[in-house]
């Protein structure tokens, strides 16, 4: 993998009000030497740097590549420096942006800490918001509590190639939110033939009904790119709450919100009266097989 100009990318990781999640996820990438081998990295909080954190915050060098992780609080500072001046400096040099994370993308978890001028790079979970309004055409928002370190590695592949990454209306890769966390989950027989599941951790059983499951109105691949390569939430038995949306974090995010006994959300694009009559239909049919524990079933009759 080569950049157009055939020498690496000066990349900047810079952070606001964040826990460390992403860094964390994004360590968890199996290639990440042979990913970083693209990069000078100018400085990272936690990955070797080739400056300290008080020389960057001097604001004398230029980067091609801002990473931005957790939530944007403009009157937050670093050795006495506005993260805003930081942020402002940084990103007029650079030719892409990457908001890692909820948080940097919507605002996300640690919005409530400063509601009134917290927020995403570019958004506030929905509405337009943030320090690079202006620019924003150069902002790709990776949202994800935490972002899933393959999609940050596509993203910067992408980049280090020379190639266009496509966005969605929030500013998200098509590639990688186009399809709902729903899809390749394994318990969707379940969720036709609407069997729950009364208990986290349990292999049978669809999470939507009781459970607070937001994989059928959520955009991620996480059942499609697994996690750690093996794994996703819904395949341990516990349900997706929804992180890549902007309206994340929610209340109440292991109950399915109801109205008379009706989720109140149904599956993206399903109009509730089709939604219910087909749940209706489907609860009218007992399948044993998927009523039983799996390993107690001997035949697939
Ligand atoms: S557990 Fe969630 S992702 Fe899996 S089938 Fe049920 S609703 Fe879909």
Excluded at 41 to 59: A, Q, V
Excluded at 161 to 185: F, M, Q, T, W
Excluded at 228 to 233: A, D, G, L, P
Excluded at 249 to 261: L, Q
């Amino acid at each position: 993998m080569h950049s157009k100009q055939d020498k690496k990318l000066k990349l900047l990781w810079f952070q606001g009000v964040t826990c460390n999640g992403n860094t964390h996820s994004f360590l968890n990438l199996p290639n990440i030497e042979q990913l970083l081998e693209n990069f000078e990295i100018l400085y990272h909080p936690i990955l070797p740097s080739i400056y300290s954190l008080e020389e960057i915050l001097k604001l004398e060098e230029n980067c091609d590549l801002f990473l931005f992780e957790g939530t944007y609080d403009p009157l937050m500072q670093h050795n006495g420096v506005e993260l805003s001046k930081i942020v402002d400096y940084y990103t007029k040099h650079a030719t892409h942006v990457i908001s890692v994370g909820t948080c940097a993308s919507f605002g996300g978890m640690f919005k409530a800490t400063a509601p009134e001028r917290n927020s995403g790079l570019i958004f506030n979970e929905e509405e337009s918001f943030g320090p690079l309004l202006e620019q924003k055409q150069k902002v790709i928002n990776l949202s994800g509590c935490p972002v899933h370190p393959e999609w940050l590695s596509y993203t910067l592949s992408m980049i280090v190639s020379d190639k266009e990454v496509e966005v969605d209306e929030l500013h998200r890769p098509i590639e990688l939110y186009s399809n709902l966390a729903h899809h390749g989950c394994t318990r969707n027989e379940y969720f036709e033939w609407k069997v729950d599941v009364d208990n986290f951790g349990e292999k049978e059983g669809c999470l939507f009904y009781k459970q607070g499951c937001r994989a059928p109105m959520t955009h991620a691949s996480c059942n499609k790119i697994l996690w750690n390569e093996v794994s996703s939430k819904t395949r341990v038995g516990t349900p997706c709450f929804g992180c890549t949306e902007p309206d994340f974090p929610r209340t109440d995010m292991f109950s399915t919100k109801t109205n008379m006994s009706i989720p109140q959300d149904t599956p993206l694009g399903v109009p509730k009266r089709s939604y219910l009559t087909l749940t209706g239909i489907a609860k009218t049919f007992h399948i044993k097989r998927l009523e039983g524990k799996l390993i107690d079933y001997k035949t697939t009759r």
